[in-house]
Each structure stands twice: as C-alpha cells, then as structure tokens.
C-alpha cells in the first residue's frame, strides 16, 4: 500500500538511471518531444527517465566501469521500505501511513468497489428499472459486507483481473460480479453493475470521497493540531519583548507571541478555505449527456438521479461536464493547500531564523547527534525537514492543481505553437481519443503531495516541541519588572552551556546577555519620540531624531538627554522618559493574548 504509485522491483530496472538529469538528452528523443514533456513533479521526473533509460544501456556499462559497482541490483530486489523509490513509502512511511488507506492504490480500488455497489443499489430503488427489484435486507447486508469488509485480498484479487483486462476499472466490475455470482438475488442483476457508467463516473466519485477522507481523518486534524501549537507559542509568549528586524535591521520591538500569532492567523484562514470547499462529483456517463442511461431507460429523468446519487455519497453535484468530471474543485483544494504550505514554509524559516538568533534553545535528547563533525551543535533540522517536504508537495499539488482542470483539446491548441512534430502528434490524437488519460496517472500522486505535506505538518509540530523558553528567574538583576509584563518569559539559546546546568546557567548569564541587547537597540525609540513630537507641534521632529540617531550610537543617555531638551508637555515628556525599547510593543502583547478569538479557530470543523 504505497502512496506514491506502485514501482514493483521488476518494473524498476536499471535504477540507477533514476539519477540521470533529467536534462540529459537521449538519441531516442527529438529535442522537440523533450520540450512537450512537463517535468514538474519528481514522480514523473522518473517515469519520464525510465523511457530515457531503456535507450541507455551503454552509458550504463560506463557506468559501470567508473564506479566498480554492478549496475544490475534490481533482479534481487523486493518492494520494502529500503527499495521504495518514493522516500514516503520507504524513509517516512511510518509518519504518514494513515493517509495508505485512502491514498493509495488499495485505497482507490476499496472506493471504487464502495462506488459501484452503492449506484446498483441506487438502480435497485427506481421504479422504473423493474429489471432490479429493491433488495432484500439480506442482499443490501451481502453488498454493504463488500464495502466494509474490503480486504487486502480482494485487492489483490482485482489487480489480478486487471493484468488481463488492462482496465482497472473494469477489473473492479468483474471482481464484483465474481463475488455476487453465488448470490441468489444479486447474481440475477449483474449486469446493472457499472450500468451506463463510464470509468469516469466510478473514478471521479472514488476521487472526491478518498481526498474527502484523507483531509478529514488526517489532514485537516494535523493541521489544527499544527494551529493550535502556534497559537499556544503566541499567548504564552504574548508580551515577550523581541527586537523586529525590517530589511534585517532594528527596528521598533514587538513579541514574539505577536509574531507567532501572525503565522497561526495565516495559516487558519487557509485551513478554513480547505474545509468550504465543495468536492463535486458527476456520473453522467461517457460524454456526459447520460446518452446511454436514455437509450436504455427513456422515462427516466437521469439528472435528477444522478444528483440525487452524487449527494447521497456527500458530495456536491456538477451537471455540466464532459466525460470527466472537470477537477475544478480540486485545482482549487490543491491551491489551497499550496498556499497552506507557503505560510508553513514561511513560518519554518521565521522560527529556523529567531533559533540562528539565540532566541530559542532546541531541546537535546542522550544519544542524538547534531552535527557530525560539530560535536556542539543542535541544528534546527525539523524546521529543515518540515521546509524541504512543504517544497516537493508543493511541486506536486501545484502540477495537480495546473494540470488536472485542461483536458485535451486546451492542450492542443498550445501545442499548436510548439512545433510541426508536436501538431503531428497532437492531430493524432484529436482524431483517435474523445478524452485523454493524463489526469488518471497524474491524480495517482495526490497522495504524493497530500504525504509530503503531511510529513512537513508533522516536522514543524515536533521541532515546535523541542523549542525550550527559558524563565527567567526571580533572582535575576532588578529593572526587569519596569518594562516586563508578568510573567515574564524569555527564551534564548546557549550553544555552548554545559547540558545539566542550563537552567541555573542560563537564568544569570543571559540576564546580562539580554540587559546588553537591548541597550543596544535604543536608537528604535526614535519613533515613538519624533510621533509625540509632531502631536505636539515640534517642528521638523523627524529631521532632528534622524541626526540624532541615523549611524550613530544612540543610547540611554543620549536619547534621554534628547527628551528633556524637548518643549512638550510634562505628561508626554515623563511618558517618553519612561520608556524602554523592551516597553515599545505597541498592542503587541494584546493582540498576541487574544489570537484565538480573534482568529476563531476553526479546529475540528471538516469538508461537509
Ligand atoms: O469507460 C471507459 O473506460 C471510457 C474510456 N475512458 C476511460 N476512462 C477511464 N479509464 C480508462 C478509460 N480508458 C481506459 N481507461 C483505463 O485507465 C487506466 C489508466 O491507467 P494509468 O495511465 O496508469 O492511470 C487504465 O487501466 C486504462 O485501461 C473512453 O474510451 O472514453
């Protein structure tokens, strides 16, 4: 049950040539068809490459030579985590295995079957169809046993059928008809199995339930849970004071529980977007006229039906289509997912960034090892894992989401453009095909960017986890108190602190650490004073902080000496005297404290 598609090991000889750049040009292509092959996702990177390879085997023997390695493993080699060419089915199998049942060729056969069972059943409750009478009690308990029983076996049993019928939705029909055979009600309508359907209507359906599925079991509960943690870093860290950094230089201060609420802000509304999306389904047959549903049963209003069987399984009807159902739906899922992804990425790198810092110290556990030739150092590698896997299921997702809603025809007349042999090609096809198949292999790696994505949720979750703030203890030097809310919370990291003394370590030698830092970073409280300036009318406010501050070394001093020169009230000028970079947050601290309300979390609620 892989979630990339199935490469057996004897289908995948001469892995080596996996490798190969994809750029590299092969005899057995004109440069002209090489332009017409999309390249965007890993996966079909290698299909494509598995072409190019069969015309390779030279390079492969000099390979060969090269390297003194034997070049022809694959004739030993088994499907297993350690030969699995998609790293989700080897390497991270275990941290994204819960999406298999849906995302997985198993998982598309058992909603296939679920599909075809639930629309005889349907053909079984129109009056009309007397050939199907309604079932009995028994019958629908046979059928619906099918669907829940549904067992790696039968699986099997179904590619098996397919190696003959070279048509695995057919495979499914015939694998049904061989269960029910030996029933005495069901054997006698076998033949209202998949009746008038196209493939498509059975896929498309399987489709919508299996990503449906997937998102609302796994996905979406990953992504609240992902949520949840980042709101939690922004009210505990609400009034945390933290230099902002515009263009990577000081600049006026916020929290870090305000930063963070930004990220869980973000990502919020687009899991929101997710969960509204309206998942369509279609089963107008063939060409979508339901042409053969009238042929045979012309008293029938099909439309109607066909709604009423698309809702039925939960998922909204889409009257308008072709043979396909169109895939708007999932482009735009698939957008919203990428975009979900981006804030992630951005997040990893903001946090990657504050730990570079020393605003965070990484948990350590006995026996890890950061760096192997470093022995000091913790390296932020979630928030790595967690950056490149959002990249590769962006690749993916954003192909599907590209990809999936062009049918052939749109293709046609870009390729027009490309060149004569591409037209040739092209033709060839307008004339031989009403629809193409290039959506059912490239809908095949959902589950690609759906496990990368996970993966990726998974990664930032646990490096958020191994985050540690550390309190600063009451013992630390006085002053604090003038500019830090309680409870007061700072983290920072010590890279070089002995491991079991960190805390005592910590608590005196960054009070000292941090009081340097922010006396570093007075000149920041050039904004507030030029802003009370101009309230109260000091001409030119701007000008003057600029030559006070811009390029020199401002301090505490220096700019208090500023304010007492300064002709505006008692009250303002005390204010301004008061106040600290630590204390310029601005609302910071609230907006931080309040994010769940202000951002109504959406946990829990899934796609309808
Ligand atoms: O109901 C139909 O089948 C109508 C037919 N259109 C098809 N619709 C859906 N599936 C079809 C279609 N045609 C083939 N196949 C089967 O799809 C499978 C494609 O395999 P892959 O490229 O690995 O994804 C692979 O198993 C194919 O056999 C048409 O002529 O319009």
Redesign the pocket.
């Known amino acids: 049950m892989e979630l990339g598609p199935t490469f057996s090991a004897s289908s995948v000889n001469k892995t080596m040539f996996l490798s190969a750049p994809i750029t590299q040009k092969s005899n057995l292509f004109p440069n002209s068809w090489l332009n017409l092959l999309n390249f965007s996702s890993p996966t079909r990177k290698i299909c494509s490459c598995r072409a190019i390879a069969k015309g390779s085997i030279n390079s492969l023997k000099i390979q060969e030579k090269v390297t003194g390695m034997s070049s022809d493993h694959s004739q030993d080699l088994e499907l297993s985590s350690l030969t699995a060419l998609c790293p989700l089915d080897g390497r991270y199998w275990g941290k994204v295995k819960e999406l298999a049942p849906f995302m997985s060729e198993y998982g598309l056969i058992r909603f296939r079957i679920l599909v075809e069972i639930k629309w005889l059943i349907k053909m079984s409750q129109i009056p009309q169809i007397v050939e199907v009478p309604i079932f009995s009690e028994g019958a629908l308990a046979f059928l619906q046993d099918l669907i829940d029983g549904f067992s790696m076996n039968d699986a099997l049993e179904v590619k098996k059928i397919?190696r003959v019928t070279?048509?695995?939705?057919k495979a499914v029909e015939y694998f049904l008809k061989q269960r029910c055979q030996s029933h005495p009600e069901i054997s006698k309508v076998l033949e209202f199995f998949h009746f008038a359907c196209?493939?498509?209507d059975i896929?498309n359906l399987s489709h919508a339930l299996m990503l449906k599925g997937a998102l609302n079991t796994v996905i979406l509960p990953v992504m609240d849970e992902l949520i949840r943690a980042i709101c939690d870093m922004a009210t505990t860290h609400s009034s945390v004071p933290m230099l902002s950094r515009t263009h990577g230089q000081p600049a006026s201060p916020t929290t870090l529980g305000k930063e963070m609420a930004i990220f869980a802000y973000r990502l919020n509304r687009e899991r929101k977007e997710i969960s509204q999306i309206e998942m369509l389904g279609k089963v107008a047959g063939?060409v979508g006229n339901y042409n053969a549903h009238i042929a045979a049963y012309p008293e029938i209003n099909w439309p109607e039906i066909a709604e009423e069987f698309v809702t039925s399984l939960g998922l909204e009807f889409n009257p308008y289509v072709p043979?396909i159902e169109t895939h708007d739906y999932m482009a735009k899922l698939f957008h919203s997912i990428v975009q979900f992804n981006n804030i992630l990425v951005d997040f990893d790198r903001d946090v990657w960034g504050y730990i570079s810092l020393g605003y965070f110290k990484q948990t350590t556990k006995a026996g890890e090892i950061g760096s192997s030739t470093m022995p000091h150092k913790v390296n932020p590698i979630d928030f790595e894992n967690s950056e490149g896997n959002l990249g590769v299921a962006n690749g993916d997702l954003s192909h599907l989401s590209t990809k999936l809603p062009i049918s052939r025809w749109q293709i046609a007349t870009e390729l027009e453009h490309v060149n004569l042999r591409a037209l040739s090609l092209v033709r060839w096809l307008q004339l031989h095909l009403?629809?193409d198949?290039t959506d059912?292999?490239v809908l095949?790696n959902m589950g690609v960017g759906l496990g990368h994505s996970l993966l990726a949720y998974r990664s930032a979750l646990q490096g958020i986890q191994k985050l540690q703030w550390i309190e600063l203890r009451d013992t630390c030097a006085g002053g604090r108190d003038a500019w830090l809310p309680n409870p007061i919370k700072f983290s920072f990291s010590i890279l070089s602190v002995i491991e079991e003394n960190v805390n005592a370590v910590l608590g005196e030698v960054n009070e000292a650490a941090l009081a340097e830092d922010l006396d570093k970073t007075w000149e920041v409280l050039a904004e507030p004073i030029q802003t009370v300036m101009r309230r109260y009318g000091v001409p030119e406010p701007y000008e003057k902080l600029k030559e006070l501050t811009r390029g020199r070394t401002v301090n505490k001093e220096s700019i208090r000496e500023f304010i007492q020169k300064l002709d505006i009230p008692v009250d303002a000028k005390t204010s301004l005297l008061n106040m600290r970079p630590h204390s310029y947050i601005g609302a910071a601290a609230e907006l931080a404290k309040n994010v769940n309300e202000a951002i109504n979390l959406v946990n829990g609620v899934q796609i309808l």
Request: aromatic share 0%; charged share 30%; proline share 0%.
């Open positions: 397919e070279n048509h695995d939705v196209t493939s498509e896929n063939a043979q009403v629809r198949l059912s292999t095949r």
